[in-house]
């Protein structure tokens, strides 16, 4: 085997872990990004979620899993929105 292949090798097995460490931090990147998201949220919407999904409950008969809660801030505004999937309403004959 060549210096010369020898050489190449050497600088190949530099670049690829070049190229995973890109990968590493573009990765690392995406993870504070959703990390930072998730710690904006505040702690009461969780037990807010609980607590609305319980009246729900008390008055319709819904899957806990239909219910969905999302805090949106735009322009300074906090936007809560609440998509709840209700049981078809039956007329009772």
Known sequence: MSIQTQLHKIL???????????????RLQIIIAHERIERDKPDYLQAMQKDLLDVIAKYVNINKEDVKIELERQEGCSILELNVVLPAFQEKN
């Open 12 to 26: 190949h097995y530099f670049q690829r872990s070049e190229k995973s460490a890109k990968v590493a931090k573009e």
